[in-house]
């Protein structure tokens, strides 16, 4: 059984926003950005330059000093945490378990912003964490026990519960990380034929070939105060890509795949 999925027109809008730890040390400020129904943004920034924390921001688990996220007009603020969890999904880098769960249990709780008290996930909800899986590809784990699979495991089971819970916006923190080579390019497709049925995808990476496999928009965050949006093919430069990580790094047209990709100089 397939959900209908919802026909909001779905505009991420990010304005002013700014955060900090302490008050003498800013991670971003006067941040504005918008993504629309359909698309990809992709943060890239070096360790420590804020796109976790600006995640975060997005998802309400951090309250932004100044500036408002709002999602077709609503700030995400003003939603109980039922509501946000009916709009928003979120992947962060890792996830603690408090409890062993069943891998086909843990996706069905992504039902859970949706259940009232004292209900319980219907069986047309049990078929859909199915589909969901082998969706992925892991139909394979759905009577493993989560705490008994791999790291990369436990991230696709992650998807596929964020799947569930049928928002228009998903946030990702690197989500090819703990996957292999193999993995990450299928997560990638993955995340290209989301993006393609109208979900609106913000995630980071420290790749930024990922920016350019996907064809998004780049948001890139330096973690000195500056921030730039645009087309990945306009904005993705040597230069860039040297003052971001400090190495120079060849952008090279692969003429076999039709497409740039990032080399960098031999390390030897």
């Known amino acids: 059984m397939t959900r209908a999925r919802q026909t909001e027109h779905t505009r991420l809008n990010v304005a002013g926003l700014g955060y ?34 600006l995640l975060n921001c997005i998802a309400g688990l951090l309250r932004p000093q100044e500036g408002v996220v709002e999602l077709d007009g609503v700030d995400l603020r003003s939603l109980r945490r039922d509501l946000l969890a009916q709009k928003l999904g979120y992947l962060p880098q890792a996830q603690q378990l408090s409890f062993d769960f069943a891998v086909l249990d843990y996706v069905v709780m992504g039902r859970s912003p949706y259940l009232r008290f004292g209900t319980v996930p219907s ?11 082998e969706r992925l590809g892991i139909a394979h784990l759905g009577v493993k026990s ?38 990450q390019i ?3 497709r993955l995340i290209a034929s989301l993006a393609d049925e109208g979900y609106s995808i913000v995630m980071t990476s420290h790749v930024p070939d990922h920016a350019i496999l996907l064809q998004s928009s780049l948001g890139v965050i330096d973690g000195k105060g500056s921030f730039c949006t645009g087309a990945a093919g306009d904005i993705l430069t040597e230069s860039l890509l040297e003052e971001l990580y400090g190495e120079h790094i060849n952008l ?11 080399v960098p100089t031999c390390i030897r």
């Open 186 to 188: 299928r997560t990638l």
């Open 146 to 183: 989560c705490g008994r699979i791999s790291g990369g495991e436990r991230q696709q089971a992650q998807i596929a519960r964020i799947l569930m819970q049928d928002t228009r916006l998903i946030l990702m923190d690197e989500p090819t990380n703990h996957l292999d080579y193999g993995n």
């Open 252 to 262: 090279l047209y692969l003429e076999n795949c039709g497409r740039m990709t990032c």
């Open 20 to 53: 900090s730890y302490t008050p003498q040390n800013p991670v971003f400020s006067a941040l504005d950005f918008s993504v629309e129904k359909g698309e990809i943004l992709v943060l890239l920034g070096p360790n420590g330059s804020g796109k976790t924390t």
């Open 123 to 133: 069986k047309a909800d049990y078929a859909r964490a199915w589909e969901l899986l």
